[in-house]
């Protein structure tokens, strides 16, 4: 089968509700991953050697954690989390219980770029701060926050784009969204209309929150 325009108008409905799943699923899993994520990040930085909170047992271990929900791939993780994720919301398939898997992976990706945005601050900034007298929950929210807000905002835009991607396969076991959609009358039934129309809705989606992730990043960014 071709693409038929008369078949996709017949589809909008289905396809609307896909989408808006979608939406649902990665800003349920944004949220947590920036509540989760952005305090290990810190501590991922503040605690690593000759920084002022130093201790190589946090940083280590944690290290360890986020290295390992890392180096699982999401389609395993997604099964791997089935008993939790009924355990958490009552039920494995849905945006809802997709968006625990989604989480989980998310948290550990967003925590290494916050770590990331933050070791690419001047040293000398956090030593000035150190030498004014500042405590370590001012040096966290007055100079790592503010010195990092550019790269952190462009980490929470590489998460939003890695979180569209993560939910395409979250449809494979019944998580909703446009996965779901695309894989179950697109893939199952070789309708080629709803698959090259959830193919665009994608495309479009990552392109339109990366123009809105750049432009935030680049008008907070101190150094323009």
Do not use: W
């Not at 070791?119 to 370590?136: C, L, S, Y």
């Amino acid at each position: 089968m071709g693409f038929d325009f008369q078949h996709l108008v017949e589809l909008i409905p289905d396809i609307n509700t896909a989408f808006m799943q979608t939406i649902y699923m990665i800003m349920i899993s944004l949220a947590i991953a920036i509540v989760i994520g952005l305090p290990v990040g810190i501590l991922l930085f503040v605690t690593d050697k000759g920084l002022f909170l130093q201790n190589r047992m946090i940083q280590v271990t944690m290290g360890f954690l986020v290295n390992l929900i890392r180096s699982i791939p999401f389609i395993i993780l997604l099964v791997a989390l089935i008993p939790l994720t009924n355990f958490i919301v009552g039920s494995t398939i849905g945006p809802t219980a997709a968006s625990v898997s989604l989480s989980v992976a998310a948290i550990p990706f967003f925590a290494r770029i916050v770590e990331t945005a933050l070791r690419e601050i001047d040293k000398g900034v956090i030593e000035a701060a150190i030498a004014a007298g500042a405590t370590p929950t001012m040096i966290i929210k007055d100079v790592l926050l503010l010195e990092a807000r550019s790269g952190i905002i462009s980490g929470i835009t590489l998460t939003l784009i890695s979180l569209i991607g993560f939910s395409a396969m979250a449809g494979t076991v019944g998580g909703g969204g446009i996965g779901d959609l695309a894989i179950r009358f697109g893939y199952y039934r070789y309708d080629n209309t709803i698959m090259i129309a959830t193919v665009v809705i994608l495309i479009i989606l990552v392109q339109v929150i990366q123009l809105l992730g750049d432009f935030v990043a680049k008008v907070v960014d101190k150094r323009r």
